[in-house]
């Protein structure tokens, strides 16, 4: 069975650290990898990870794939606390019914919390 | 374990017809929510339910309708599908407070809806 796996579920820091949230995944025939902030109403999209080793920025956002061992980091470096939030990680596996298309799974997230 | 379930996983209609997307959740959880994904989109909110026969637009709801008569059911209603709403489909659930800010959001795992 498909699944993703995030880590950990919740975390505290205060302003100024680095964390690293990370997410593993076991899936057949991955497609991509994405990762999303959810604060209010809907999640945001981050990023969308394809290739192994390419690590993909924005601001002090940045995360990387792993094919090999299956799994992506996400990183945030100076966190702030407009960073608080909860970081959902989810997986697209290609699965053909009439054509290819692509099914999401998502882990739970990771609750971050920010402290002034 | 909170399960939150969809009706279809895969779903092939024909325009003009009327749609009926199905979520039940089974942790009492009094928020719910409809989302769609899109290649290149990330995930859009339709429509949201923060209590029973409660709901509120998101961010792309036209086209769309819901209705939650019971607590750990919501249901999104195409009522005449369009080839521009094929799109995956997702529903999620939480039970934090009205608006389920920041709480994390259990995912149902898709339904595909081809509109041809």
């Known amino acids: 069975e498909d699944k993703v796996v995030q880590s950990p579920l919740s975390l505290v820091v205060h302003e100024g650290d680095t964390v690293t949230l990370n997410c593993s995944y076991e899936?057949?025939?991955?497609?991509?990898l994405l990762w999303y902030k959810q604060e209010k109403k809907a999640p945001t999209f981050l990023f969308m990870l394809t290739s192994s080793g390419i690590e993909k920025k924005s601001g002090r956002l940045s995360s990387i794939l792993d094919k090999k061992e299956l799994f992506s980091i996400l990183n945030i470096t100076a966190t702030q606390t407009g960073d608080s939030a909860v970081y959902l990680c989810a997986v697209e596996a290609l699965v053909e019914y009439g054509g290819s298309q692509g099914n999401l799974i998502f882990g739970k997230g990771t609750k971050l919390s920010v402290k002034p | 374990d909170v399960k939150v379930t969809q009706s279809s996983r895969y779903l092939v209609k024909r325009t003009g017809e009327k749609v009926f997307l199905e979520c039940v959740q089974d942790?009492?959880?009094?928020?719910m929510f409809w989302y769609r994904q899109d290649p290149g989109l990330g995930l859009r909110l339709i429509y949201f339910?923060?209590?029973?026969?409660?709901?509120e637009k998101g961010d792309i709801p036209e086209g769309y309708s819901v209705s939650r008569e019971k607590k750990e059911r919501f249901s999104l209603i195409l009522e005449s599908a369009s080839t521009n709403q094929t799109s995956m489909y997702l529903c999620?659930?939480?039970?934090?407070?009205?608006?389920?800010?920041?709480?994390?959001?259990?995912f149902g795992p898709g339904t595909r809806l081809t509109v041809l």
């Open positions: 942790m009492d959880h009094e928020n």
């Open positions: 339910s923060y209590d029973v026969k409660m709901k």
């Open positions: 899936v057949t025939n991955f497609r991509s």
């Open positions: 999620a659930s939480t039970p934090g407070l009205a608006g389920g800010q920041t709480d994390t959001q259990y």
